[in-house]
């Protein structure tokens, strides 16, 4: 009998057969396989004897998705499908991106996070913890796939605004990861997961017999500056053509750590740079419909983290590219924190903070601020819901005619203000845009459509950019670029709906365009690892994975 020569995949996969076969969710098509893959991989038997397309299988699993009342509920069966069939759970949730992506990603995912022990069913990812000290490159050997372009890492201190999760943040590089596959194309196996488990300081958790990270307070100073230095040492060695997206990091560690190695390594924080191009992007289609450029808006940021930081940085250079000398822009942007207005002369200002430290006497009340400084543009990064009170809308509402209303803070429960609430309080003349999602609106007789300021507008789309140049470094050049190829894509039609944000259903070629864009000025700057290719877009497109499954025979 001759042997059977198994076949390689696509992405030089080599395969397994029969139950291994089906326990690989990147190889595994279920029901599709057809009669005589059955019979050459050992499949007989194993299956029911329907053959079923993609199609097929993809409308039954929206349809049980539909059946499930409780959003946690519908994660926990895509994720079930995420284990058991990438092709599938990627063929679902880019057919009805718009009604998964809240469930994949926020709010439903900071839900996920939170019960994350009591969910645990099957590992995905690479947990690192800091007792691995010394090993971290073995330990990032042990992952199954060499090709691996691009690294969501959290140390989860700050996932989303829920907080310090420990190891239970693993759900937020996972579900980033899944917005690469399925909002830009990149391969599921180019893709890789990690938490950095330095310990946690929630108490409740650390009490907590389903926690399933380390049971110690989280370990700071030298000792995790040397693990996170170790580990990305390693992803140099082992993984060099790996972008590294630092996500949900603490406020202290988020600023130092960017830092520390943007000019290093091929990295970037979502938190602080993705948010910011999103937000900017906003900014750009906003004026649209307030008139005016930029460079004439004055934007009070309400929190001063990592997201507001990062949008003001943005927003300033932006200014400057109008025209703006850096110190004029700066006095455009005013943050206020816990403590109030950011000014001058103030005890213990932080490094990343002192930038936006104005001359003006201490304000502590929001409404107070937006009297005395009249600002175009209100944005919410405070992770506190209600913030944005009726008065304050209101008083932004009677200096502008049309206000700029951001409410950025996910997950919902977060929000600042409610859609609703935004365009009630402002009698339908506020341009508003949150960072969760929010239903059309009906006011006045007329309907609003509230834009989300979704990151996954930028980074997948950034990402494929990044990898398709093999770009050695990330640079607030190439997030400025997004901000603008996003902004470029929306259309009169949304403007009208008070939409400042293309459909998320037009992603796959929001995310082709924003990678174009970030692709190019990776070969302007001479930041590719690759010459630049005549055709450029059709590169970026060619390396768009569609989920469509392979005929394995043909592979032989």
Known sequence: MQELVLPTTEQGIQMATGVALLHDPLL????????????????????????????????????????????????????????????????????????????????????????????????????????????????????????????????????????????????????????????????????????????????????????????????????????????????????????????????????RLLEKYRNRVCTFNDDIQGTAATATSGMISSLRLVGGSLRDQKVLFYGAGEAAIGIASLI?????????????????????????????????????????????????????????LKPTALIGACAIRGAFTEPIVREMARINERPIVMALSNPTSKAECTAEQAYKWSDGRAVYTSGSPFPPVDFGGKVYVPGQGNNAYIFPGLGLGIVASQARRVTDKMFFTAAKALASLVQESDLALGRVYPPVSKIWEISATVAEGVAEVAFQDGLARIDRPDDLKALIRSMMWDPQYQDYLSAR
């Open 28 to 255: 595994n098509k279920g029901t599709a396989f057809s009669l005589a893959e059955r019979r050459a991989l050992g499949l007989q038997g194993l299956l029911p004897p329907a053959v079923e397309t993609l199609e097929e299988q993809a409308g039954r699993e929206i349809e049980n998705i539909r059946r499930l009342s409780k959003d946690i509920n519908k994660y926990t069966r895509l994720m079930g499908l995420h284990d058991t069939n990438e092709t599938l759970f990627y063929r679902v949730v880019r057919d009805n991106l718009e009604e998964i992506l809240p469930i994949i990603y926020t709010p439903t995912v900071g839900t996920a996070c939170q019960e994350f022990g009591r969910m645990f069913r099957r590992p995905r990812g690479l947990y690192i913890p800091i007792t691995d000290r010394g090993h971290v490159a073995q330990t990032l050997r042990n992952w199954p796939h060499r090709d691996v372009r691009v690294i969501v890492v959290t140390d989860g201190e700050r996932i989303l605004g829920l907080g310090d999760l420990g190891a239970s943040g693993m759900g937020i590089p996972v579900g980033k990861l899944s917005l690469y596959t399925a909002c830009s194309g990149i391969h599921p196996a180019q893709v890789l997961p990690v938490t950095l488990d330095v310990g946690t300081d929630n108490e409740a958790f650390l009490a907590d017999p389903h926690y399933l990270g380390l049971r110690t307070h989280r370990t700071r100073g030298e000792e995790y500056d040397a693990f996170v230095e170790e580990f990305v040492m390693a992803v140099q060695e082992n993984l060099p053509l790996a972008l590294i997206q630092f996500e949900d990091f603490g406020n202290a560690n988020a600023f």
């Open 316 to 372: 300033v250079s932006a200014m400057v590219s109008e025209g703006a000398s850096l110190e004029e822009a700066r006095q455009h942007c005013w943050l206020m924190d816990r403590n109030g207005l950011i000014v001058k002369g103030r005890d213990r200002l932080t490094e990343h903070k002192a930038p936006f430290a104005h001359d003006h006497e201490p304000i502590t009340d929001l409404q107070t601020a937006i009297q005395e």
